[in-house]
């Protein structure tokens, strides 16, 4: 039988906000896998006010200026990864799934997740693709630039998922300039709208990614949108 999941929209939303409920849920699924009780699958989808996050093996050196000058809020947190940018134009995806009940080990969910970000981008007729030791999913350019399209970082405590993806959309780069995202020099960052040279409606970039993850994940899941 397949797997089953909530997706909630959450829409733009504080990112301390969302990191809360995302513990919530994830201690949820802790606790009831062990007392040996039935776990939920939830899939977040947000965009954040401006914010900087800093993984648990990050280094402050990758953030360029003082904290005052960022001009946004930061956070050092949980997820795997260095330092990345969230804003308004960003679709953030935060599966916190049990998956075992997807029957696949963590190496293959995210594989499975980035996968559902190149599919996406394929509606776009866009080739998103894998870099070796460079987390993500990046388009490579006829010059030999990679610029990344999608960061991903994630935690896992007893096959319980938290923290996700960030897929640049609308999003204003111009941020990225404070930092060295995720921790790779000569690396640049794109957005789907600049790729496509025209804004992009996030809410039909969300439909075709929901249609996409439901696939590759297998699942069959419930959708709502929480005001």
Known sequence: ???????????????????QLQETL???????KEQSK???????LCEHYPVYTLGKS?????????????NAEYYHVSRGGDVTFHGPGQLVVYPIFDIDTLDIGLAQFIFKLEEAVIETLRHYELKGERIENAAGIWLRKPDGADEKICAIGVRASRHVTMHGLAININTDLSYFNKIVPCGLQGKGVTSLSKELNREESIEHFKSVFIEKVTDVFDFTHTHSTVK
């Open 58 to 70: 990050g280094k402050r050196e990758n953030i360029l200026v003082s904290d005052e000058e960022l």
């Open 26 to 32: 994830f201690q949820k699924n802790i606790l009831a």
């Open 38 to 44: 039935p776990t939920e699958n939830t899939l977040l």
């Open 1 to 19: 039988m397949a797997a089953t999941c909530t997706i909630l929209d959450l829409g733009l939303k504080p990112y301390a906000e969302v990191l």
